[in-house]
Every structure is written in C-alpha cells, then in structure tokens.
C-alpha cells in the first residue's frame, strides 16, 4: 500500500521534448518500475514522434485514450504551465502533477477556481514541487531516488530540500518510507499538509508522519488541528523560518510571514498544542521521528 502512486501507475509527462522534461522522465524510468509506468508524453507539434520509445500524443486526452493513463507530471515553462494544468483536469486525470516554478499567481488562482467550481475529481499536487515517490515502486519529480527505502514512515512537506533531508535522515536510521509528497511552496497549489495527512492516516501501510513546513498562510495549523481530533497515527513536525524577518519572502513565494501571522514560532506552538512533536533542528526530523515509535 501507500498513497497516490505504486508500481502499477501509468503516467503522462507533458513537456517530454523539453531540457527538463527529458531529463527527468529518463531518471524516472531508470527507478524501479518506471519503465513500465511512463507512457506517454504530450506535445501538440509532435505527435506521432517518441522520447526513446515512450510515444508522444497530440494532447492528454489523446494520450490517456490511447494508454489508459491516470497521471501526468508537468515540466511545461510557467508562461504554459496553467493552461497544462487545466488540459488535463479537462481530461479527467486522477492525479496531475506540477513541478514547474514561477507559474504567475493570477494564473493558478483561475485553474484552481475553474476546479473548484466545476467540482472536479482530479488531484493536483504542486506547482513548484518535487513530485512524489513511493520508494522501490515508483517516482514522479525531480527528487533523488536514491536516498528513498520502501518502508513505514510517511513525508509531507512545502520544501523540496528538506524533503529529501528527512528522507535521508530516516533511511540513514533503518526507517523506510511509504510515501514521500513534496506539496509544492507556491501561496496558491492543490493538495496541503491536511490533505495528505488525511491520506496517510487511512493508509495501513502507514506507521508514522513526518510534517515539514516553513513560514507564511495557515496551512500547518490547520493540519496540526484537524490532526488533534483525527490522526491516530504519531506526527513530527519541522518548520522552516525561524528567524526570518516580517515581510520579507523566503525562497518559496508563500513563504512570507505578513500581518503578524504566519511565523514558524506561531506554528510550531500549534503544532505542540495539537500533540504533534516538533523539533526546531532540520538534522533532528529522523531522531525525533524514531523516538515517538512504538
């Protein structure tokens, strides 16, 4: 088990002919069961073309009708990333994955208003994440697949970087992981840190959550509270931004701490509130994971 993605997935990479989009996908498959999982890729000019054998369609709706595909990952440049979103909740993708940074805020308030207002079932994680692995199964993104052991402990977190510490860091400890989700750090995206804690508390192959967030919105709070009264599995937290200033934007454009809200003290005191265990040292994540174990 684990959430999101396993070995049997198929998956979509729109942007294949580009820099990125290449040399990703071609790491993708070289992990686990990739090979089998990527599919197809999309570029309206190039249809009827490959990437080293994966055939290239029209659009996602050509190359799910053609493969059976559920998920496609985004490496299209931010002027055509929205507009990538949206053709494939338009298609009806279970899942759409967007790696791309600096999509414009404008941009991604409409493809998320357009989703909510048309209530669609597709899953969006990102933009400006990491994607997701579930180890020795499957990985969609850029993070090293390396560093990753299939296991019990499940990642969710805003930063890429420190998504790939705390992986590290527990598969250093013997703890493998189920899922790993990098949820992206752009102020308008899909899924947050409640939903994929709500994912991975009905997930039995499941143990144990670590939560890394970082400065700026509410969206640590929220999970920490809905966690209180909900998670029957143990969470440790991280956030990111001790000591940054008021005002000022930190790496990730959501990262910024305005009108006195959105501090990583004001969020780890929730955090502490809501039962969670926290740690205001990034090299402790896997130690304090471990010790909150049965």
Known sequence: MA????????VITQGITGKTGRFH?????????GAECFVAGVHPNKA????EG???????RDAKEATGATVSVIY??????????????????????????????????KVRYRMQKESRKTIL????????????ELKIGIMPGHIHRSGSIGVVSRSGTLTYEAVAQLTELGLGQSTAVGIGGDPVNGLKH????????????????????????????????????????????????????AGKRMGHAGAIISGG?????EKLAVMQECGISVTRNPADMGKLLKSVLK
């Open 261 to 265: 809200k959105g501090t990583a003290d």
């Open 3 to 10: 959430i999101l993605i396993d070995k049997h997935t198929k």
């Open 48 to 51: 009827g073309q490959d990437f």
């Open 76 to 109: 299209v440049p931010p002027s055509g990333a929205a507009g990538a979103i949206q053709e494939a909740v338009d298609a009806d993708l279970d899942l759409v994955i967007c790696i791309t940074e600096g999509i414009p805020v404008r941009d991604m308030v």
């Open 25 to 33: 996908t071609r790491a993708c498959r070289e992990y686990a069961n």
């Open 125 to 136: 994680l990102g933009p400006n994440c990491p994607g997701v692995i579930t180890p020795d």
């Open 194 to 245: 409640i939903d994929v804690l709500q994912k991975f508390n009905d997930d039995p192959a499941t143990e144990a959550v670590v939560m890394i967030g970082e400065i700026g919105g509410t969206d640590e709070e929220t999970a920490a509270l809905w966690a209180k009264d909900n998670m029957n599995k143990p969470v440790v937290g991280f956030i990111a931004g001790v000591t940054a200033p």
């Open 54 to 60: 994966i055939p290239i369609f029209a659009s996602v």
